[in-house]
Each structure stands twice: as C-alpha cells, then as structure tokens.
C-alpha cells in the first residue's frame, strides 16, 4: 500500500472513532472502512453515482470557465469505479514486470486473466525496457 492510501485509512479511521465503526457484515466480511453516514457500507452504483456527480459539476464549471476564457474545454470523459481499477492496475503493469506480484495485488485468481487484461501494458513495457539496454550489452 502507497503512503498516500496508508494515510487516507488513517483519516477515515480517526473520523470513525469519533462517529462510530460499522458493524455491518456482508458475506463474513466484517468492519468495512468506508461507510454511509447511518454505518452501511456503499453499493457499487452508490460510488459510481458520486463520481458521476463531480464529473459532472467539473465539466459544467470547465464550460462556462473555457467560454469566458475563449478557449475549448477539457472535458471529463464518462467513467466508473471500474475505471479507477483498470488505470491501477496499468500503472502496476508499466512499474512492475513480476506479473504473479500483479496478480496477487489485482487479487486475480487466474493469471491469464491478469494477462488477457493488462498484456497491452505489458507489451509497452517490454519495448521500454529492450529499448533501454540499447547501447548497455556488449557483443
């Protein structure tokens, strides 16, 4: 876990001490992190609904901020929590070349579904690192 997500458990973590843990269970698991205010745990479409709302103020805001500035917009494209997932886990592809390291961290039962997803990032990576022994064997 990055530094960054380690810290952002902490903060949720302090916040329910003061509010209370859930004590919610779904399907044996138990003392989920992340909760509504009345302690139930978010549904994925709950998720995917707030994350529709702040695309949707952001490219309400960048419109009217690219007219007044006579220029296009940059627009956010729809997407999802599933998204956020895919883009992890490309950037895990293009920084790390162990694909069973991947695998574990995805939490991919199969590796061909590790590799039938993310082979794309693994190519690019490939030619970045064959591209990078240029020069650095000598024959």
């Not at 190519?123 to 020069?135: D, H, P, S, T």
Request: hydrophobic share 35%.
């Amino acid at each position: 876990m990055i530094d960054e997500v380690f810290n952002a458990f902490l903060d949720e973590y302090e916040i329910q001490k003061c509010i209370g843990f859930s004590s919610e269970e779904i399907d044996g698991y138990s003392n989920f992190v992340f909760v509504t205010a009345t302690g139930t745990v978010y549904l994925p479409n709950a998720v995917n609904r707030a994350i529709e709302r702040a695309r949707v103020a952001y490219n309400k805001d960048e419109i009217e901020k690219a007219e007044k500035e006579d220029r296009e917009p940059l627009i956010i494209p729809h997407f999802s929590a599933h998204h956020l997932r895919h883009t992890f886990c490309t950037r895990l592809c293009e920084n790390e070349s162990n694909l069973k390291v991947i695998q574990s961290i995805m939490g991919h039962s199969d590796i061909t579904t590790t590799m039938d997803i993310y082979a794309e990032a693994t190519q690019e990576k490939k030619q970045e690192i064959v591209a990078n022994l240029q020069g650095k064997i000598i024959i």
